[in-house]
């Protein structure tokens, strides 16, 4: 089941309270206009265009993206074994990937008094100093290979994520967030996960995208929800704007081993937009670090990442019908808060929401349990559908889809918890941890 599939990059601009945000719409160009004509201009690749963002104007579509050319597959997808497929055997060490991991976070939460950590930014046209790097752009080559886009001002930001296996990471957007003290919610477009640890709370992403101004509430209704185990070498997408979070009341369905890490390498693909506080990894640091030549390289490379996407499965199909027979009626809940802000430019209060949607722990065992069964039954015929087939628990289920009002005939929430303190959410000063 895919969603948003190969949408177009352009759309309608929006006006919002702050000096550094209006719209195009009164003046004589349209964001169509502007980005059509901006790619046919001079550039240096045929990813180049002008379309890129003033100091005095920002322009935003009706969709909720910063326009952009060509198309961009928005939909929730995975590849099982894409590390591998892009790994230079001899030159690629997963120790010591995971090493350069760890230690890029520990430097940028050092440097910035974050205990989560900071992000790294990577422009399109950069040549990588390091493997982190090289990844970083091979992520955004792979997925931006049919988009125009001012070089300039795109590119990949970047951070790591390492914690214990049962830990969680709360609900959030991923934004510009030097943004919002101008009131103004900025989402990438485009968000990816790569696992490089096995086991862990599963990602899960809800197709509830946030308010465009901080003015605006972010509560509403979730019709999906999707689910992505953690399994060495995995690679995920979503869409940049989606709600998201790691939910370790998940983990179990597929036996995650309980006192290991998870370790993640995070990447965020920004078009014609390039985020405020966004600073390279310094050279000096990229310099101890694994050397590009980890990965792949040259033309192609970045296509062998995402060349085979696995099978997505859908909750109410694998045991919609045995709990009908069951004669359950009801899905069960899972409840989670997170924090926000909420304000006018420059004056935001944070404010804590609830999460609650109609789904159980148990339902999602027994998807995943359903999932293996058919696996174990039909390996050899369905075999590169589901997955790899060597090592890790996760590696017949590449990816869960839950429709909520086919599996519980309710949508989940996200709304104002009212009757909650600010310290219960899950959300700090620039908080840069992602699922």
Avoid at 29 to 45: V, W
Avoid at 54 to 76: N, T
Avoid at 128 to 149: M, W, Y
Wanted: proline letters at 4%; aromatic letters at 8%.
């Amino acid at each position: 089941m895919k969603q948003d599939e190969k949408s177009e990059g352009t759309g309608a601009s929006c006006s919002s309270p702050s000096d550094n945000f209006s719209s195009n719409s009164s003046g004589s160009e349209s964001a169509q206009d502007t980005t059509d004509r901006s790619s046919s201009s001079s550039g240096s690749g045929p990813h180049e265009s002008s379309g890129s963002e003033s100091s005095q104007e920002f322009v935003i579509g009706a969709d909720g993206r910063v326009p952009f050319g060509g198309k961009m597959d928005f939909s929730f997808r995975c590849w099982p074994s894409a590390v591998a497929a892009v790994a230079n055997r001899d030159a690629f060490d997963l120790a010591h990937f995971v090493a350069d991991c760890k230690s890029v976070m520990k430097v940028r939460a050092k440097e910035l008094a974050y205990s989560t950590g900071e992000t790294f930014w990577l422009q399109a046209n950069a040549a990588p100093r390091c493997a982190l790097e090289q990844l970083a752009l091979l992520v955004f080559e792979a997925h931006t290979d049919t988009a125009r886009f001012d070089a300039a001002s795109s590119g990949v930001e970047f951070w790591t994520v390492c914690i214990k296996s049962d830990d969680a990471v709360g609900w959030h957007w991923d934004k510009d967030y030097d943004m919002e003290q101008d009131g103004v919610n900025v989402c990438p477009h485009l968000g990816t996960v790569t696992y490089l640890t096995e086991g862990g709370a599963p990602t899960v992403v809800l197709d509830h995208t946030a308010p465009l101004t901080t003015e605006s509430s972010c509560q509403g209704s979730a019709k999906r929800a999707w689910i992505s185990w953690p399994s060495v070498g995995k690679h995920m997408c979503f869409d940049g704007r989606y709600l998201h979070g790691a939910a370790p009341e998940l983990a179990g369905a597929v036996s995650p081993k309980a006192g290991e890490e998870r370790v993640t390498f995070l990447a965020n693909i920004w078009l014609n937009h390039t985020p405020r506080g966004a600073k390279r990894l310094p050279k000096e640091r990229a310099a101890t670090l694994t050397p590009p030549g980890a990965f792949a390289a040259g033309k192609n490379a970045s296509k062998k990442l995402i060349q085979r996407p696995g099978q997505i499965s859908v909750l109410h199909q694998l045991v919609g019908e045995r709990r009908a027979s069951s004669g359950r009626s009801s899905a069960g809940r899972l409840v989670w808060r997170f924090g926000e802000v909420r304000g006018v430019a420059g004056a935001q209060q944070p404010v804590v929401h609830t999460v609650d949607l109609p789904l159980a722990a148990q339902d999602v065992k027994a998807a995943v349990d359903e999932v293996g069964r058919q696996w174990d039954q039909g390996k050899k015929r369905r075999g590169d559908n589901y997955l790899r087939e060597e090592g890790g628990s996760a590696d017949f289920l590449t990816g869960l889809c839950v429709d909520f009002e086919k599996w519980g005939g309710v949508s989940g929430r996200i709304a104002v918890d009212n009757g909650r303190g600010e310290d219960e959410g899950q959300r700090g000063p620039k908080r840069r941890r992602k699922a």
